[in-house]
Structure formats: structure tokens, C-alpha cells
């Protein structure tokens, strides 16, 4: 079993910036090298993907929508994952979840879920 928690959303002002924090534990986490992504879902939306790192950041995925103001990236030897967000916009407002799966499993169904941490930019 794999907990994740994240941590590091809040209220901001458009043209600002936050860091979110998503911390794993549970041994199939390294066990299985798990690839790390960050979702999001706004009010009436479907959850979207907004970024993916693998378990050696040699291979990461970005959104169209975010990929020139928001940078995922991950510490393993403190089971964590980040996603620094930069030049926010009103759009941007949405819970933003952690997600994790095992290498071959599908991002359309990741195998872990954190409960989501609130983002909101005003304008």
C-alpha cells in the first residue's frame, strides 16, 4: 500500500507563484519505482493531467496548458514529489491531486491517490 499527502496549495494572486508537496510512503513506492504525476480539477471539469515524472526524472510530461510555467520534479530519498508553479492564472484554480502508479500501468487509472490539496489564483 502507497499514502500520499500533499501539501502546499492555497490562495494567490495571478502572476504569483507556489510549490505543491506530495509525500509517499509505504514500501511498493520504491519497490516498484514508481512513476509520479500531479492532476487537477476545477469546479464542473473532469480531472485533468498536468504533469508526470518517471522514478529517475529522465522522462517528464507537461500539459500544454502549464508547460512553459510549471515544473514537476521529485527527491526520492525523501519520497517526494513537487510541482513549482509559476505565473499563475485564474485558470489555474482547481484541487490539485498526486497521483502514483506502477511502470506499465496507464495514467488513466493511476493505482494511488492523494486527497488533493486546494489551489485558487484570484484575478
Known amino acids: 500500500q502507497v499514502q500520499l499527502v500533499e501539501s502546499g496549495g492555497g490562495l494567490v494572486q495571478a502572476g504569483g507563484s507556489l510549490r505543491l508537496s506530495c509525500a509517499a510512503s509505504?514500501?511498493?513506492?520504491?519497490?516498484?519505482?514508481?512513476?509520479m504525476g500531479w492532476f487537477r480539477q476545477a469546479p464542473g471539469k473532469e480531472r485533468e493531467i498536468v504533469a508526470t515524472?518517471?522514478?529517475?526524472?529522465?522522462?517528464?510530461g507537461y500539459a500544454d496548458s502549464v508547460k512553459d510555467r510549471f515544473t514537476i520534479s521529485r527527491d526520492n530519498a525523501k519520497n517526494t514529489v513537487y510541482l513549482q508553479m509559476n505565473s499563475l492564472k485564474p485558470e489555474d484554480t482547481a484541487v490539485y491531486y498526486c497521483?502514483?502508479?506502477?511502470?506499465?500501468?496507464?495514467?488513466?487509472?493511476?493505482?494511488?491517490w492523494g486527497q488533493g490539496t486546494q489551489v485558487t489564483v484570484s484575478s
Open positions: 509505504g514500501r511498493a513506492f520504491s519497490d516498484y519505482a514508481m512513476p
Open positions: 497521483a502514483a502508479r506502477r511502470p506499465l500501468v496507464s495514467w488513466s487509472s493511476p493505482d494511488y
Open positions: 515524472i518517471t522514478w529517475g526524472g529522465d522522462r517528464i
